[in-house]
């Protein structure tokens, strides 16, 4: 008979755990700073003060979704179906073509060039699906999200993989955060059309960029 007093199986050292932490953290860190699709849609809705909370909230939550299912495996089955990457792929550069050249035009309209206060005001279920699109349309996500953060989350000791998943999230929202509230402080800089011109031209061009990346990288 099992006696109830039997020692409890020690869990992870205090070192053990900020560890974890730290390499999910720094490892989303590096993988969702670089200039891309999804920062450039947040970027911008801070700085036209539209529903800024919530999509910053759902881009967080979305990498969360992400992060969790590849380190719990979906990263496997992802390489294991092609035809399913090829779809996401050509989807996404679809999405990111029409994107980029919608950006493009509306930097040679200076007309269309305006703050929040003075443009017409986008809808939450568009800006949310917007932010959707971005996310869930664009196979990069899916590559830094599932399949590389995945199987560094896979390699950990299975105590720790928890820690690990709170410290990559903990990044992503922070991130996301700072991106979208942060954006107030350059705001008087775009002011001037100008700068949204070139925004719009930033944005257009990555755009295209990561659509024909996506095209020639297609499986």
């Known amino acids: 008979m099992t006696s109830p007093f039997a ?11 900020l560890s974890a932490f730290l390499s999910g953290f720094a490892l989303s860190a590096a993988l969702i700073m670089a ?8 970027l911008r809705q801070g700085l036209r003060r539209e529903h800024v909370g ?4 759902f881009c967080g939550a979305a990498d969360a979704v992400l992060i969790i299912a590849g380190v719990g495996g979906l990263g496997a089955l992802l390489s294991a179906a092609p035809q399913l990457t090829l779809w996401l792929t050509c989807g996404g ?3 990111l073509g029409c994107y980029g050249l919608a950006a493009l035009r509306r930097s040679m309209t200076p007309a269309t060039i305006v703050l929040a206060g003075d443009a017409d005001p986008v809808g939450l279920p568009r800006a949310l ?5 971005f996310t869930f349309l ?3 996500v899916y590559l830094d999200t599932v399949l590389l953060m995945g199987a560094a989350g896979s390699s950990q000791p299975a105590p720790v993989r928890p820690i690990f998943v709170v410290g990559a999230v903990a990044a992503s929202v922070s991130w996301f955060a700072a991106l979208g509230f942060g954006a107030r402080l350059v705001r008087p800089l775009f ?12 944005v257009g061009v990555v755009m295209l960029a990561l659509a024909a990346s996506l095209l020639a990288a297609r499986p």
């Not at 919530?54 to 909230?57: E, K, R, T």
């Not at 002011?191 to 930033?202: K, S, T, V």
């Open 7 to 17: 020692p409890i199986p020690p869990g992870p050292d205090l070192s053990a755990v």
């Open 35 to 42: 200039i891309g699709a999804q920062n450039l849609f947040v």
């Open 54 to 57: 919530p999509v910053v909230l």
């Open 93 to 95: 550069a679809a999405f």
């Open 129 to 133: 699906a917007t932010a959707a699109a």
């Open 138 to 140: 664009n196979p990069h």
């Open 191 to 202: 002011a001037r059309p100008a700068a949204w011109r070139w925004l719009d031209r930033l």
